[in-house]
């Protein structure tokens, strides 16, 4: 997997469960280093920019509703049938429109709700990093959003309301609605993001007040007359060097 550091909601018993779902043979591989070898092989030779876009991440799902209509506050359960019918809509969506640019997508089990995460190299028809001509236009996204609905409909998988005000559930609010899935475990997480939230506050506020201090003791050495009257150095104060 491709995972760069801890998911804290992530069930570590199903993780086995995860599995890989499109690759070139080279899985067992680092994810910097697919994208790196796809973009040798077919970036054409001219410089690439600092700043270009070498791999974009998507993330596909559906709804709770969708994958346990019976039971969609069960955390982490779903029906193996539309979950089977869902990833190979989603693996042949991911190729009939990307192609070979998808480099890799996973299939995620070990969460709340099976997703997908797969990675693309942003080339154009010219063999170029062109990440913002692919994507860069807000039309681009929401043709994206359509194509996919449209892909997922025959599911019964409707698309997500456009220009949605929704906003991100905080992350103490968020552990909190998963410890009452997992168990009572989810209070441990909590817990453990709080204190990690109080050391970097600790640390922070000691940042600044050294920083405060410096920044007096700046003040007053330029300020003081020993200072302003001190005569430029010459060379011979410097034993002659030159």
């Not at 236009?137 to 449209?150: E, G």
């Not at 922070?204 to 050495?221: F, G, H, K, P």
Request: glycine share 6%.
């Amino acid at each position: 997997m491709s995972r760069a550091r801890p998911t804290l909601n992530a069930d570590i018993s199903k993780q086995a469960d995860n599995t890989t779902l499109i690759h070139n043979n080279d899985r067992e591989l680092p994810l910097g280093d697919v994208v790196a070898a796809k973009i040798a092989a077919n970036h054409k030779k001219r410089k690439i920019r600092p700043d270009a876009v070498h791999a974009v991440e998507f993330m596909l799902t559906a709804s709770p509703e969708y994958f346990r209509p019976d039971k969609p506050s069960e955390y982490g359960a779903y029906d193996p049938v539309r979950l089977s019918q869902w990833q190979s809509a989603t693996t042949q969506w991911l190729q009939r429109e990307y192609g070979d640019r998808i480099v890799r997508a996973q299939l995620h089990l070990d969460e709340a709700t099976p997703h997908i995460h797969a990675y693309l190299v942003p080339l154009d028809d010219r063999g170029q990093l062109n990440c913002r001509g692919i994507f860069g236009q807000r039309a681009s996204m929401f043709a994206l959003q359509d194509a996919y609905a449209a892909a997922m409909k025959p599911l019964g998988i409707e698309r997500g309301a456009r220009n949605s005000q929704a906003k991100h559930t905080d992350v103490k609010k968020y552990y909190t609605d998963v410890n009452e899935y997992v168990g009572g475990n989810g209070a441990s997480v909590v817990a453990s993001l709080q204190a990690e939230n109080a050391q970097l506050k600790q640390q922070i506020e000691a940042v600044t007040t050294e920083r405060d201090e410096l920044s007096i003791r700046l003040t007053q050495l330029s300020a003081s007359p020993q200072h302003k009257n001190r005569p430029p150095v010459k060379k011979r104060d410097l034993g002659g060097l030159g």
